[in-house]
């Protein structure tokens, strides 16, 4: 059985027209895999089975240069089994954030 990687290069993940970037996910799309691979953090999980379990439709493209930046951001890990979220919330900050009033 082969192993997937997540291939991260310019030119899978974005498509460009003279150096300009033709589309980027829009913070919804972001929020959206963020939330979901949150949710599913104890097992890895490959990049089709993501997409199949997305809420919504996303294209590969897009699904590749959201996880580039989560990647790139410390949030998630990747290799053989997969991707998988890896982000913990620092501890002194929720503890800051408890007591507060929201405003």
Same mark, same amino acid.
């Given at each position: 059985?082969? %192993?997937?990687? $997540?291939? *991260? %290069?310019? %030119?899978? $993940?974005?498509? +460009?027209?003279? #150096? +300009?970037?033709?589309?980027y996910?829009?913070?919804?799309?972001?929020?959206?895999?963020?939330?979901?691979? +949150?949710?599913?953090?104890?097992?890895?999980?490959?990049?089709?089975?993501?997409? =199949?379990? $997305?809420? +919504?439709?996303?294209? !590969?493209?897009?699904? $590749?240069?959201?996880?580039? #930046?989560?990647?790139?951001?410390? =949030? *998630?890990? #990747?290799?053989?089994?997969?991707?998988?979220?890896?982000? %913990?919330?620092? !501890? !002194?900050?929720k503890?800051?954030f408890?007591?507060? *009033?929201?405003?």
């Amino acid at each position: 059985m082969a %192993t997937q990687k $997540l291939k *991260i %290069t310019k %030119t899978e $993940l974005i498509e +460009k027209t003279d #150096y +300009k970037i033709k589309r980027y996910p829009n913070l919804n799309t972001v929020l959206m895999v963020e939330d979901f691979l +949150k949710q599913n953090q104890d097992i890895p999980m490959k990049i089709s089975e993501i997409k =199949k379990q $997305l809420p +919504k439709q996303i294209m !590969h493209q897009t699904l $590749l240069l959201i996880l580039e #930046y989560l990647w790139k951001s410390g =949030k *998630i890990i #990747y290799g053989p089994r997969g991707v998988q979220w890896i982000y %913990t919330e620092p !501890h !002194h900050l929720k503890k800051m954030f408890e007591n507060t *009033i929201e405003v």
